[in-house]
């Protein structure tokens, strides 16, 4: 790749996408091959030998302190280089400046919202002093607002003659940013394009040799029958410093059968709270969970996954796998009480084996076999797995928080046909997710949250992102009107209110 | 299928081999820095360990082991780092001692009332710590180090002549009531003298732990509240609860541990009653990886080398040799395991995208042709 | 030997049996072989070690301690031409030497130097463990203070009630000593094998006050040179004497058996003098051992 372009690298998960970048940042050895920074043949022992090459990573999950100041955390580790005090808060402003990040050094980064600790991921490398910029998955936690602010600062970076490489699932993004594009699949180099001359459809079949996959539900089959209903759903939460804050205001929903309600909504809202809330995990303050005309606000977790719950996690790490175990005990995982995983109260490690390997099969889970770890696999056949086993136990109401981030565009469109096609039969969905455009496509019905209230509810057949976006940083509330003007929808405020939700968009926190 | 079965075998032995070998080399360092011969010793205590009366004070010791490291093996499985085996074992083996001396009644029933009562007490105490963490948020590593303690002075309170114990003759030494001659477990008789008959049931403890982890809805849950807290709670496990109920099945397994002393040679709690064991339990466990096969596989080896280091001291080497080698293993298994298990992550990432990379160029060989 | 937790080194008992058994070996040129115990023994273990000891020849096989009763009386069955010995126990064997001593006649003697030496008329006695064998020593002590001065208070204190680690844990007897100390009483006389150095060191710290130590002479150890200057006096127990005897009377040929007491008309038990410190008392003390080995005192061995 050549100085001052930004270069984006896009492909399948599991396509060697991350290991490449950790390879180029020093975190993994190449077996062999040769890596050349300005025409200067290197090898990076550890990510310190990168960095001292120029080149700087800002990490999909954010690496700051809460608890620190923006000047505290871009000086942590690097001390040396500008000190601590006066002289690094001059270089932290120089550096904001001239390239347009707007960072203020002694803001806490508890105070900031995602955009803005994602600018000052980008200043802790720069502060580094790198040349060589590697974005893995920028935008995943943006709204599309933000998404322009943070291309306005990468253009501004390559106009400093900086590189930036790029890593993203989003073609459309990809287009609009890069200036040269490498796919990659199956751990080699595939083809490169041209943004220019390219479109969304062309790379994606670059990607995976087949037609881009669209997420649009053709047919409704939305029913009559309330599958879940939520109530009144309230929980407060103390924080560190002993303040209670409201995460979940008075929900109230409810999901018929055949249909897939879309929550929007920009992450730490109270989506995840909802979740566990559903689930059981947590307990809320008031409210009622009514699933199948059964309400099930007192039972535990476990009842509620036999009660018909389908679970696929946000964070299938930490809640929806054990990475150690091999599959077919990751299959058993969540449904340990149910067929065919266990007879009585003895696991049944044949049949769970059996059905392991058809989940393989069926959900086309790429692995050497069902002994390995959940860890070795890559993040879309994990999620896969995860799909599969949720979808065998024909669950009433399936809750899918972000079922296909990290996932590649052939698993995507796999997952959305398993959903849709589950609703067809009469599954209630919950989906939350951070892609706009998966949550127009699969929903029937759209909300908003924001700041632990549903605050906008939309219909997605004449709702566009950007219109969404504007609802999810708090500047719209009510029913969203589509309308030619985006800025005239970001405006509407509207008077229905259908759900009971108060309409307001600037308390504090 | 089967390949990967036997490569990871390889690997789980490898560990513990990896410890036992680079103890031996510190050991033999600390030997020759002593000015003396360490392959004479390695001799002395392979020599003098393989004698038949050895054998049986190994078995006999690895027995109280064994019991031991399953204890502290049922918490580490999920996390759980039950420092109280030792006050545990001693609390449950004294009042069970004090109910077995206190009543007469034919073997059948004496010996269950005995091992019972034993279990009862040692899972009660062990439940405390359980509780004090699910309610109270107290590491169960600090409550069940207090109660350790605490168990020892409840057992100097009771174990006074005129309470719960009788002085001996010249009355230097207090012990329980012994237990009539229907409460002595069986032993099995050798040229080496007795071994325990309780070795019997330290098997069974053995196949129940395997069986009940490996077998069973909950054993299931319990492995994988160790393996991810967080995936187990959203799996639906109550975790709390699998806090206590472990924590009571560990203390059950510690009550055990006192039992083959007590059923098979002492008869009876008294000032000379072994203490200690618990903490020999962790090593135990540690060693054998939580694993019942490997776990008796250490309480053999740590018997040996306690064996050993008698013979070490009759040649006149120090015993203490033996408790460096015993330190060492400890540190190098955590060491070894540590490396063995990233070395098994990356290999097998490796295998994974190996298999996958074969398994695409044959698709588009396919295609090809 | 088959020492006591702690073996040699210990400052205490088992260095005395350590000591006797040295000489005899200088002396008769013989060899020796040790083995000495560990925290957290079972029966099996005490037996295991005379076992190897007796099966490799040694004679007489010498158990230090009162833990060895049981298995000095199992392994001398099986070995009925080696001799055994056992100190601090009685084993009823016909091979077995039982080596008690009349520490309460010693203890008394401590008693008399304590209430002669306390200006405070408060003096204290510390115990390692609650039991017989140690009530001996509290028992001759409080006698010999009240003999001597009707009107001194006694503090009698114990570490450990039956946990024999109070043979083992200076620091315990370290801080039993500072709050007696604390209260007013300046002679504390510690029977508690190691865990005496606590005590004796926490008596160092406050001038005027006076150690009494036990089992050894241990103004002569080197271990407690720093406090000497507060050692003032100790009630020893020639276990070396005892042990020196038994390997003797083996040499010649002609094996001591059967319970041999050791008390102060015998030198089996006495009151060191060096440091110089009873010189001004030296009379009343000497009167005081005439009497209990003329039969005129009788030292109680109870408290």
Do not use: C
């Amino acid at each position: 790749m050549r100085s001052g372009t930004v270069h984006a690298l896009v492909g399948e998960n599991g396509a060697g996408k991350s290991t490449l970048m950790k390879i180029l940042y020093g975190m993994q050895k190449p077996d062999e091959g040769t890596i050349a920074v300005n025409g200067e043949q290197v090898s990076f022992g550890d990510p310190g030998d990168a960095i001292a090459r120029g080149i700087g990573m800002v990490h999909q999950h954010f690496m700051l302190a809460d608890n620190l100041t923006v000047l505290e955390n871009v000086v942590l580790g690097s001390e040396k280089l500008h000190g601590i005090g006066g002289r690094a808060r001059a270089r932290i402003k120089e550096i904001s400046d001239s390239y347009g990040l707007g960072v203020r050094p002694d803001v806490l980064i508890e105070d900031l919202g995602v955009a803005d600790r994602q600018r000052v991921e980008i200043l802790k490398v720069l502060y580094r002093g790198a040349r060589i910029l590697i974005l893995d998955e920028p935008t995943a936690v943006l709204v599309p607002q933000e998404v322009d602010a943070l291309f306005d600062n990468l253009r501004e970076l390559k106009a400093e003659g900086l590189t930036v490489i790029f890593i993203s699932h989003k073609l459309g993004e990809v287009l609009s940013v890069a200036d040269e594009i490498t796919v990659i699949r199956r751990g080699t180099t595939v083809g490169n394009a041209d943004p220019k001359s390219t479109t969304t459809k062309q790379l994606a079949e670059l990607m995976v040799g087949s037609e881009l996959p669209s997420p649009e539900t053709r047919e409704s089959t939305v029913t009559t029958q309330a599958m879940l209903t939520v109530q009144a759903l309230r929980m407060a939460e103390v924080d560190l410093d002993g303040v209670e804050r409201v995460v979940l205001d008075d929900i109230d929903f409810t999901i018929h059968k055949g249909e897939v309600l879309g929550i929007a909504g920009v992450e730490g809202n109270g989506q995840a709270e909802l979740v566990e809330a559903i689930m059981g995990m947590r307990v809320p303050d008031g409210g009622t969970v009514v699933l199948d005309g059964q309400d099930i606000s007192q039972d535990p977790t476990r009842k509620r996954r036999e009660d018909g719950i389908g679970y696929i996690p946000e964070d299938r790490h930490r809640h929806g796998l054990l990475l150690e175990a091999p599959l077919w005990e990751n299959r058993i995982l969540g449904h340990v009480t149910e067929r065919p995983n266990s007879k009585g109260f003895l696991i049944d490690t044949a049949a769970a084996r059996r059905d392991t390997e058809r989940i393989v099969r069926e959900y086309d889970v790429r692995t050497p076999g069902i002994e390995v770890t959940a860890a070795s696999l890559s993040g879309g056949n994990q999620q896969k797995l995860i799909v599969g086993r949720e979808m065998s136990h024909l669950p009433k109401l399936l809750i899918a928080a972000h079922p296909t981030r990290g996932v590649d565009v052939g698993a995507q469109a796999q997952i959305w046909d398993q959903i849709r096609e589950a609703r067809r039969e009469g599954l209630a969905v919950l989906l939350i997710s951070a892609d706009l455009d998966e949550l127009i496509g699969l929903s029937d019905t759209l909300r908003v949250m924001y700041r632990g209230r549903l605050v906008a509810d939309a219909d997605p057949a004449t709702i566009t992102p950007e219109e969404l976006g504007s609802a999810m940083t708090g500047a719209a509330s009510g029913h969203l009107e589509h309308d030619r003007d985006p800025a005239a929808a970001a405006a509407t405020v509207g008077s229905e209110d259908t759900d009971g939700s108060a309409t307001s968009g600037g308390e504090d926190r | 299928m089967k390949k990967f079965d036997k490569d990871r075998l390889i690997l789980g032995i490898a560990a513990p081999v990896l410890a036992v070998v680079g103890a031996l080399i510190v050991t033999a360092l600390v030997i020759v820095a002593t000015g003396k011969e360490p392959f004479t010793a390695f001799h002395v205590m392979i020599n003098y360990g393989d004698k038949t009366d050895s054998q049986v004070y190994i078995l006999n010791k690895a027995t109280t082991y064994y019991l031991a490291g399953l204890a502290v093996a049922v918490g580490f499985r999920m996390n759980l780092f039950n420092i109280g085996v030792d006050g545990q074992y001693r609390l449950a083996a004294f009042f069970a001692a004090a109910a077995g001396g206190a009543v007469s009644l034919p073997g059948i029933i004496q010996i269950p009332l005995v091992i019972v009562t034993a279990m009862v007490v040692g899972a009660v105490w062990a439940a405390i710590a359980g509780v004090l963490k699910v309610t109270r948020g107290v590491s169960e590593v600090i409550s069940t180090i207090m109660l350790n303690s605490i168990a020892g002075i409840v057992i100097g309170y009771f174990l006074q002549g005129g309470r719960l114990g009788v002085l001996d003759k010249s009355a230097n030494m207090v012990s329980t009531k012994p237990l009539p001659s229907s409460g002595h477990l069986f032993n099995f008789n050798t040229t080496g003298g007795p071994v325990d008959g309780f070795i019997v049931l330290a098997v069974i403890a053995g196949l129940v732990y395997w069986y009940g982890l490996s077998r069973t809805r909950f054993g299931f849950d319990l492995r994988a509240v160790g393996r991810s807290q967080s995936a187990a709670e959203a799996s639906g496990v109550s975790v709390k609860r699998m806090v206590i109920t472990s924590m009571l099945i560990s203390g059950a397994m510690a009550g055990l541990v006192g039992m083959p002393t007590l059923l098979n040679e002492s008869y009876d709690y008294g000032t000379d009653f072994p203490v200690g064991i618990g903490f020999t339990g962790i090593a135990v466990a540690l060693l054998g990886r939580n694993n019942p096969i490997g776990v008796a596989v250490g309480a053999v080896l740590w018997a040996f080398l306690e064996r050993a280091s008698n013979g070490l001291e009759f040649e006149g080497y120090d015993k203490e040799i033996v408790g460096v080698i015993q330190g060492v293993i400890v540190l190098a298994v955590v060491i070894a395991y540590e490396v063995v298990r990233r070395y098994g992550i990356t290999r097998q990432q490796r295998q994974v995208g190996a298999e996958l990379a074969a398994a695409g160029t044959k698709e588009k060989q396919e295609v090809a042709a | 030997m088959a020492f006591d937790v702690g073996g040699r080194g210990d400052h205490s008992f088992n260095d005395s049996a350590a000591r006797g058994m040295d000489k005899a070996d200088k002396e008769f040129n013989i060899g020796h072989k040790e083995q000495t115990a560990s925290n957290g023994e079972t029966e099996s273990d005490r037996e295991q070690r005379l076992d190897l000891l007796a099966g490799a020849g040694y004679n007489p096989v010498i158990a230090v301690g009162f833990t060895y009763g049981d298995a000095v009386k199992k392994i001398a069955a099986k070995y009925p031409k080696t001799t055994f010995g056992i100190v601090d126990s009685v084993v009823d064997s016909s091979n077995v030497d039982s080596m008690v001593f009349s520490t309460e006649q010693s203890s008394y003697l401590a008693g008399v130097a304590a209430a002669l030496k306390s200006k405070t008329g408060k003096v204290g006695f510390i115990g390692g463990v609650h039991n017989t064998l140690i009530g001996t020593f509290q028992a001759g002590f409080d006698q010999g203070v009240k003999d001597t001065k009707p009107s001194d208070t006694v503090t009698d204190q114990y570490l450990y009630e039956t946990d024999t680690k109070g043979f083992n844990d200076p620091t315990s007897a370290q801080g039993k000593a500072q709050g007696m100390l604390d209260n007013g009483v300046d002679v504390i006389y510690t029977a508690a094998g190691l865990s005496g150095d606590g005590s004796i060191q926490a008596v160092a710290g406050k001038s005027g006050a006076w150690a009494i130590g036990v089992d050894s002479d241990q103004y002569q150890d080197a271990a407690l040179a720093k406090y000497k200057n507060s050692i003032l006096t100790s009630a020893v127990k020639n276990v070396d004497v005892a042990v020196y005897d038994l390997i003797k009377s083996v040499h010649d040929g002609k094996a001591k058996t059967g319970t041999n007491a050791y008390d102060l008309k015998t030198g089996g038990v006495s009151l060191a003098t060096s440091g110089g410190f009873l010189t001004d008392i030296q009379s009343q003390i000497d009167a005081a051992k005439a009497k209990i080995v003329s039969g005129q005192i009788k030292v109680k061995s109870t408290p």
